[in-house]
């Protein structure tokens, strides 16, 4: 987890609901996911189906995950190696795909939070010709704090 809140009590719905709270369903309804979890947002996305949820998800899976023998996978691809720059592909890619969307939700306990958001910033102020224009954006932590009372 980062800080004192853990990734593991994130779940999908948790992002579907803060997401409602920032843009307009009907009129946008493309949920991106950037998560190093594949097992994790599978299983989420599996959950969803049998919710009467208005959202589509998309998510890029990640290159780290296509060995599951993790430890073996880190000696075979090293950070130098082919696996390194897989990874460091589909970092880039993720943040591509969403520079231009209309609402960010994440764990701002997390680097790679900050990151996507603050490129997001300048993509949006880039498109109305400004230094930077953040869109709205919801921190899960605020979710999970309000609903486990901490």
């Known amino acids: 987890g980062c800080g004192s809140i853990p990734f593991q009590m994130i779940h999908l ?3 579907t ?41 998309n998510v890029l899976l990640s290159p780290w995950n296509q060995d599951r023998n993790f430890t073996l996978a880190k000696e075979r691809w090293s950070s130098y190696g082919r696996m390194g720059l897989q990874a460091g592909v589909h970092f880039l890619s993720s943040m591509e795909v969403v520079r231009n ?29 400004r ?6 954006f919801f921190d899960l932590r605020n979710t999970i704090l309000l609903n486990h009372g901490g």
Not at 103 to 121: D, E, Q
Not at 131 to 136: I, K, Y
């Open 101 to 129: 969307c209309e609402g960010f939700v994440g764990h701002f306990g997390s680097a790679a939070t900050h990151i996507f958001y603050v490129n997001m910033c300048h993509q949006h102020g880039v498109n109305r010709q």
């Open 13 to 15: 719905a948790n992002i």
């Open 17 to 57: 609901k803060a997401a409602s709270t920032l843009v307009d369903v009907n009129e946008v309804n493309n949920l991106i996911v950037v998560t190093d979890d594949d097992e994790w947002i599978l299983n989420e996305m599996e959950q969803l189906k049998h919710e009467d949820s208005p959202w589509r998800v």
């Open 131 to 136: 230094m930077a224009v953040c869109p709205p």
